[in-house]
């Protein structure tokens, strides 16, 4: 009688166990959740691996969250287990720059330059990851990724020559990528000097990748300025 009595209340209390919610720092745990945490003064502190070891987890669960300790960023596994797809949480690390220079000319006509952006930092999220050349005008970013590049260029024809054409691009060690900015054709005339060109792209990058943005005449040849100083700007966030 008294092993019976003694089972009952062994399966009973694991029944109370398996249903219920799991409290930590309180005994009145949320209805929601399975597990409720609670402090003060501490947090919870889950599985810190590198990406090396992130990706020689065994079947991930989809949902899996994990600490990439070479990238400082929380990352879950939006994928299935058989193809894992890794996705950071944490918020995008970015950097921008825009121009002071005012002087040079950015329609340059045989050789394409770099474009003279690089002249006031904005912001930089994480200098571990883009450091800027700005001598150079370029930026290297020093992990593996998928990046946004941005770049606005404000224009103003410091020659009376008409039909002035700046053409510009993003490059990748010294490779054109993606798409032209064609749209700065200055008529200069009737009082129009100015004009704009515009780029935005998404690019897969490695480690010491180098960007920077080419500019070169295809109209007429005449001198063109940056309009004036911060009417310039390039904006590079790691995505993913």
Known sequence: ?????????????GYYYSAAQVGIGTTTPDASSILDVESTDKGILIPRLTTVQINAITNPANGLIVFNTDLNEFHFNCGTTATPDWVKTSHSMSVKYSNTDTTTNVNPNTTAINLPILGS???NDNTSLYTANTVANTITVTQD??????????????A??????PEMWIEINGTQQGAYGSTGYIRNN???RESSLH?????????????SVSIVRTGANGSVNLRSAGTSNIYIEKIK
């Open 1 to 13: 009688m008294k092993k019976t009595a003694y089972l009952i209340i062994l399966l009973c209390c």
């Open 160 to 165: 009376a020559t008409a039909r002035l054409t």
């Open 121 to 123: 930092l904005e912001w």
């Open 145 to 158: 990724g998928r990046y946004k590049i941005t770049v606005n260029v404000s224009l103003l024809a410091a």
């Open 190 to 192: 009737g009082g129009h």
């Open 199 to 211: 780029i935005t792209e998404v690019l897969n990058l490695t480690a010491n990748d180098i960007i």
